[in-house]
Nanobody, 115 residues
Framework: QVRLVESGGGFVQPGGSLRLSCAAS????????MGWYRQAPGEQRELVAT???????NYGDAVKGRFTASRDSGKDKVDLQMNSLRPEDTAVYYC?????????WGQGTQVTVSS
């Protein structure tokens, strides 16, 4: 059974930085895409960033230039470096992993940006 576990959420002031990590276990053959989505209260879940096994990245428009996704070669682990955080970045951040036709989600980690 594939399991994704996130870490690194928390509280930060506007302009600050946080780093999220997500590690997968129980995978067979590895996850092709890994990444992050987020969901704020009353909003739909939206793309933050994904990164493929061959390091192709895709970012949501709201985070381009501020957030960076990274992963180690051959490992089912993905990090998200978040800089210049804004109050509108406040949300629950969910780790995502895909392989073949299957999609796996983590439980989510809260990020709160407030003064």
């Amino acid at each position: 059974q594939v399991r994704l576990v996130e870490s690194g959420g928390g509280f930060v002031q506007p302009g600050g930085s946080l780093r999220l990590s997500c590690a997968a276990s129980g995978t067979i053959g590895g996850l092709y895409n890994m990444g992050w989505y987020r969901q704020a209260p009353g909003e739909q879940r939206e793309l933050v960033a994904t990164i493929s096994a061959d390091f192709i990245t895709n970012y949501g428009d709201a985070v381009k230039g501020r957030f960076t996704a990274s992963r180690d070669s051959g490992k089912d682990k993905v990090d998200l470096q978040m800089n210049s955080l804004r109050p509108e970045d406040t949300a629950v951040y969910y780790c995502l992993g895909t392989t073949g036709g299957a999609v796996y989600w983590g439980q989510g980690t809260q990020v709160t940006v407030s003064s």
